[in-house]
Nanobody
């Protein structure tokens, strides 16, 4: 069972930056997909960025050029660097893992939907004012 623990959220002024971290444990497969999602009050959870075990990445159009997903395989940590933050980026941010390797196993990744991911962290709040 994969365990995920996020950290790094907080309050920042518009134009600022934050880096979220997600410590992962319990992974047994060398092939995996991991992603970041966010959910604002009253809105559906949306995928913002994903990465596979080879380091390939995918981003939602709304954050391309603004967010960067990366991973430290030695430390089993997933990161989300968020720059030029805007008030509309305010949300709870979640780290997720696709333990069944279904989301990113094909040549073209589908829209990053929560249905592909089966392990979730508790979330970390990001507030931009």
């Amino acid at each position: 069972h994969v365990q995920l623990v996020e950290s790094g959220g907080g309050s920042v002024q518009a134009g600022g930056s934050l880096r979220l971290s997600c410590a992962a444990s319990g992974y047994t497969s060398s092939n995996y997909c991991m992603g970041w999602f966010r959910q604002a009050p009253g809105k559906e959870r949306e995928g913002v960025a994903a990465i596979d075990s080879d380091g390939n990445t995918n981003y939602a159009d709304s954050v391309k050029g603004q967010f960067t997903i990366s991973q430290d395989n030695a430390k089993n940590i997933l990161y989300l660097q968020m720059d030029s933050l805007k008030p509309e980026d305010t949300a709870m941010y979640y780290c997720a893992a696709d333990g069944k390797y279904t989301y990113c196993s094909g040549g073209i990744w589908p829209t990053q939907s929560p249905e592909y991911f089966d392990s979730w962290g508790q979330g970390t709040q990001v507030t931009v004012s």
